[in-house]
């Protein structure tokens, strides 16, 4: 951390920042173990990992506009860090985690904003914001979300299989090609894509030197995005088992069929970006300035 911000905040901030630090962790240590106990089982939230990091990294970034701003201590995060401590207490009582897991962050984001004030505060407030995409979504959500998308999948890949001559039949989550039956079971359903995506989508955006309204499009774009792939790498994944058997869909092969049309959608959303460049005010300037 640099000296002219440790100057600018002050030792007796600091110290506040380090009571605040103690009793947060104090507090919020059994829903941020669960936190990582779910990146650590669950693929789908394995991303987890990096975002603190990356937050810091971001935050870090802009450490000279941080030091350009003026720190203005403000009794308003104070009041903005009673209902997240209200919303922790009902997650306590409840052992609903993600009450919990979100009132940390936003007890950070009113703890930052109380010490710095908003000058200094908001080059700060969407590094903190990544955070959220850390954050699972409740099982009984996952669940639901992971059936529906598993059927959409399960349709749209069949409709994939069939322009290419195949015959095909769909039965709930079966994919039958007449000699091999294909299950589309719950990893199939895209969230292992979806979740990272849209963590990926938001530090586009972010990055994304644009029109407020290109940016929004870059992250909600990652959602269709991800059940179209998917989609695209069920009916791919019939077509190689209809040609070469079943080996096509299992083992090594399967798995490096994920990681291509993960990547295949980072490349997307790079092209995405690319010819929004190319419309309005950004169209003058090089895809190199405007992202990065």
């Not at 104090?26 to 990356?54: C, I, T």
């Not at 450490?63 to 919303?87: C, D, T, Y």
């Not at 991800?226 to 090594?252: K, P, Q």
């Amino acid at each position: 951390m640099s000296k002219n911000i440790i100057w600018k905040m002050g030792w007796l901030n600091w110290l506040l920042v380090t009571i605040m630090l103690g009793l947060v962790a104090y507090a919020f240590w059994g829903g941020l173990g669960n936190l990582v106990v779910r990146w650590d089982k669950q693929e789908e939230y394995s991303h987890g990992y990096m975002l603190p990091f990356l937050t810091l990294y971001f935050i870090w970034l802009k450490k000279n506009e941080i030091i350009q701003s003026k720190f203005s201590p403000s009794w308003l995060g104070f009041f903005m860090a009673i209902p997240a401590l209200i919303v922790f207490l009902i997650g306590e009582v409840s052992a609903l985690y993600i009450l919990i897991h979100y009132s940390f962050i936003f007890l950070l984001i009113a703890g930052a904003y109380s010490i710095m004030g908003w000058p200094a505060f908001k080059p700060v407030l969407v590094p903190l914001l990544l955070l959220v995409f850390a954050i699972p979504i409740p099982y009984f959500l996952e669940a639901i979300l992971s059936a529906e998308l598993q059927l959409l999948s399960s349709q749209l890949g069949v409709a994939f299989i069939r322009l290419c001559s195949i015959p095909v039949y769909l039965e709930g989550n079966t994919i039958d090609l007449g000699s091999y039956k294909l299950q589309i079971v719950e990893a199939c359903s895209g969230l292992r894509y979806l979740f990272p995506l849209m963590g990926l989508g938001f530090i586009c955006a972010y990055l994304f030197n644009a029109a407020f309204w290109k940016r929004a499009l870059v992250f909600l774009t990652t959602i269709p995005i991800t059940l179209l792939m998917n989609s695209f790498r069920i009916g791919m994944i019939g077509v190689l088992v209809d040609n070469w058997g079943i080996e096509m869909a299992e083992g090594f092969l399967h798995d490096f069929e994920g990681w291509i049309i993960f990547m295949a959608c980072m490349v997307l959303l790079f092209v995405e970006m690319f010819f929004l460049t190319k419309i309005g005010k950004e169209s003058s300037r090089p895809f190199s300035k405007v992202f990065g």
